[in-house]
T-cell receptor
Framework: EDKVVQSPLSLVVHEGDTVTLNCSYE??????LLWYKQEKKAPTFLFML????IEKKSGRLSSILDKKELFSILNITATQTGDSAVYLC??????????FGGGTRLMVKP | DAGVIQSPRHEVTEMGQEVTLRCKPI?????LFWYRQTMMRGLELLIY????????DSGMPEDRFSAKMPNASFSTLKIQPSEPRDSAVYFC????????????FGEGSRLTVL
């Protein structure tokens, strides 16, 4: 059974801080790892990673995958209150099934 | 494209009643997923379809839950009879099988069973 574990469970920081969110996984026939941001409604897509060591970047957010150690990190620099959300990590297997982790709840205080 | 469309957005019902949730995936997508989200258990995969065929329904809690996908543009998730512990947000999502890319989520159906 595919498994995704995220840490920390929750995090409170102040605006301007840098945060690192962790995602470790076990999956049969890995195809990709995805990061999502969920505010009040449906999860919205951030990144998709398939190759080790290649950083994906979008503004203040970046992510990298280590397929040997089976983990990924999501970094957010210069955090803003609008970054407050639950961040979800998911892995896709060869059968196209996506398994989500429990999420990290980030709160950014002004 | 309008995205993944779910209905109803909110449903309040009494224990024992039948509940039907509906989903229209993005046109051209051939994989469809039903997830349930609660505070305690996070996002749980209930069932997913590839090309209208159920591939894995091991996440369906019990026989009270059933899902169908009669064609490429419509799916239902039915709970009969409903129980208070079924209260959750149910998300439908779609993607293109064979692609490693993102899963597109609907806005969710918030179910409350009294």
């Amino acid at each position: 059974e595919d498994k995704v574990v995220q840490s920390p469970l929750s995090l409170v920081v102040h605006e301007g801080d840098t945060v690192t969110l962790n995602c470790s996984y076990e999956v049969t026939n890995f195809r990709s790892l995805l990061w999502y941001k969920q505010e009040k409604k449906a999860p919205t897509f951030l990144f998709m990673l398939t190759s080790s060591g290649i950083e994906k970047k979008s503004g203040r957010l970046s992510s990298i995958l280590d397929k040997k150690e089976l983990f990924s990190i999501l970094n957010i620099t210069a955090t803003q209150t609008g970054d407050s959300a639950v961040y979800l990590c998911a892995v896709r297997n060869a059968g196209n099934m996506l398994t989500f982790g429990g999420g990290t709840r980030l709160m950014v205080k002004p | 494209d309008a995205g993944v469309i779910q209905s109803p957005r909110h449903e309040v019902t009494e224990m024992g009643q039948e509940v039907t949730l509906r989903c229209k995936p993005i046109s051209g997508h051939n994989s469809l997923f039903w997830y349930r989200q609660t505070m305690m258990r996070g996002l749980e995969l209930l069932i997913y379809f590839n090309n209208n065929v159920p591939i894995d329904d091991s996440g369906m809690p019990e026989d009270r839950f059933s899902a169908k996908m009669p064609n490429a543009s419509f799916s239902t998730l039915k709970i009969q009879p409903s129980e208070p512990r079924d209260s959750a947000v149910y998300f439908c999502a779609s993607s293109f099988y064979g692609d490693t890319g993102e899963l597109f989520f609907g806005e969710g159906s918030r179910l409350t069973v009294l």
